[in-house]
């Protein structure tokens, strides 16, 4: 970062700790020089942080019943035989898209703890599209 401070926990200081020091300290003094000789004044980036959570929730804004989903009757088309690649939206049956899209929604929140941003809001869109797919998915409440 830009004030070149790290934290290290540790319950003594071993060689190879002193020599990664040492050697940071030498990169450092370099790239001071070489930033003073070219007038270049070191600055971090600025980013927004979007609230990726937003597409977590229902239209009203409150968050997603954490009831089941329920696949109305019917199965839909079933994956062709001998196919080994993950079918299209179209190929899934409803059980399938509730499966993936519980699992996008797993994944997508460990993302976004993990201040994977990015990610996590790929993850959203990806299960916002296999929503509007529609599948004849019923939100049922748990209880």
Do not use: C, W
């Amino acid at each position: 970062n830009v004030h070149g401070r790290a934290i290290l926990y540790a319950d003594r200081m071993t060689g190879s700790m002193q020599r990664a020091i040492e050697e940071t300290e030498r990169r450092r003094q370099k790239q001071v020089a070489f930033n003073e000789t070219h007038s270049i004044t070191p600055r971090g980036i600025v980013k927004q942080v979007v609230d990726v959570m937003e597409g977590a929730r229902a239209e009203g804004g409150a968050p997603l019943p954490k009831g089941k989903l329920r696949a109305r009757l019917g199965k839909g088309a079933k994956k062709p035989a001998g196919a080994a690649q993950t079918p299209s939206i179209h190929e899934l049956r409803p059980e399938q898209a509730l499966r993936r899209m519980k699992q996008l929604e797993s994944e997508m929140f460990k993302h976004a703890r993990n201040l994977e941003f990015e990610e996590a809001a790929r993850l959203r869109d990806e299960i916002e599209v296999l929503r509007r797919a529609g599948f004849g998915l019923l939100e049922v409440k748990a209880g």
